[in-house]
């Protein structure tokens, strides 16, 4: 079975959703059989590469919330990460453009790194004080050698803007099709969605669900197969 | 959408069978759309791993058939091959155990080198003169060096037997849970199989209609989603 999870670099609840998903998923009888991939979402995609703006500060300008509206909903996010046991910083967090962090993720799928690193732009983003966004390329460089990927490889992804690029907006366009219109959006073997950082419940309920209900093949022209098997390989008699 | 196919090394239907397929993939408008991934199959599971025969003593002695039958087949793979634009060779081939290309394959597909790998494999096996069975672990290190893999970590991969091996287990069960008794076996997203070495152009149908009849998900609870979206991080209700 096959979890694709969009999300965004930016979405506190993509990183309290990921660790829900991952507690029931931990706990799945199948879990060796479940192949997990991130898709690329970006909440805030007109925003320029080097517009980088304290959290607060975006909430109440972009959405017009009060201070006080916009720090609750920090304050609440802490809490409901802390019930995870996940680390979240409700002040003084950055917010900016995450378009390079995506490029970066899938040059990390193709080497079997893309958990890692998500993993640790997460943690980069909403637990540490450093911003993520404000020391350029070379954060995100340092982040990739962490999760394992070479270093000057993840420079030239980075200083390329072409690079990862189509593959980013596929991953756009495909969740667009979907019906997915905020993040965490995970799909299951294409049949099952789930919207949202559900409790870990809801998350083993779809788990449960999607498995239970993977369908037979429908086997397309079955005639005259020119194939091998147990007993040799066949000869075609056309 | 994504196309998984089962195909043993050792097997010349598998060989032909992706050259067809590719063809077909090449000419589908939403190509950049696929992805392809390679699962392992065992024609010859029992076989020792240092057990290495001609192939044509093999045909005659594990399928009964006479000297001349079979190399009747290989010829007809050869001018198959030919066709598709392959070098085979239909002489003096040899087979053997291939637990251990299916190990490094999905070391392979962990650093993004998958295809390459599996192609390299099929030339070296059907295509060259030295035999990919009898050099031992040597051989298949230099061809995952020209897949564009660490030596030393496909040196480590295969001096280590649980290396990835519980992962060539779980493709063969999957295979035998989705019915596939031969190989080449494609599965077109888990929904549509097509057995064998088909013509082209029953792949190129194939991808068409599972590429229209991607249903729509079916949404697990759609209450109180806790997500970001355009319009800011939602602040749940409970």
Redesign the interface.
């Known amino acids: 079975m096959?979890v694709e999870i969009w999300s965004?670099i930016?979405?506190?609840?993509?990183y309290?959703?990921k660790a829900r998903f991952e507690k029931a998923l931990d706990a799945f009888p199948h879990r060796?059989?479940v192949e997990v991939v991130h898709r690329s979402f970006e909440?805030d995609p007109g925003r320029a590469k080097g517009d980088v703006q304290p959290v607060l500060a975006m909430?109440t300008k972009?959405?017009g919330?009060s201070e006080a509206q916009a720090q609750?909903?920090e304050d609440?996010?802490g809490a409901?990460a802390a019930a995870e046991g996940l680390d979240y910083r409700t002040r003084d967090r950055d917010h900016g453009n995450t378009f390079d962090m995506h490029r970066l993720l899938h040059f990390a799928?193709?080497?079997?790194r893309q958990d890692e690193l998500i993993q640790l732009l997460y943690r980069a983003n909403f637990a540490e004080e450093r911003s993520l966004f404000g020391e350029g390329d070379e954060r995100l460089v340092e982040l990739a050698a962490e999760a394992g990927l070479d270093t000057d490889a993840a420079r030239k992804v980075l200083a390329d803007p072409a690079a990862y690029a189509?593959e980013v907006r596929?991953d756009e366009a495909?969740a667009a099709r979907?019906?997915a219109?905020?993040?965490?959006?995970f799909?299951l073997?294409?049949?099952?969605?789930?919207?949202?950082?559900?409790p870990a419940e809801?998350f083993a309920?779809?788990l449960t669900?999607a498995w239970g209900e993977?369908?037979?093949?429908?086997?397309?022209?079955?005639g005259?197969?020119?194939?091998?098997?147990?007993?040799?390989?066949?000869?075609?008699r056309h």
Chains 1, 2 share one sequence.
């Not at 219109?181 to 959006?185: D, E, Q, S, T």
């Not at 091998?228 to 390989?233: F, L, M, T, V």
């Open positions: 096959r965004d930016a979405c506190p609840w993509c309290v959703g060796d059989q909440l909430l972009k959405y919330m609750a909903g609440n996010l409901q799928k193709e080497q079997g189509d596929a495909e979907l019906g219109n905020g993040v965490p959006f799909v073997d294409r049949t099952y969605g789930v919207s949202g950082a559900q809801v309920q779809a669900q993977r369908s037979p093949l429908k086997l397309v022209d079955q005259d197969a020119q194939a091998c098997g147990p007993d040799g390989c066949a000869v075609p």
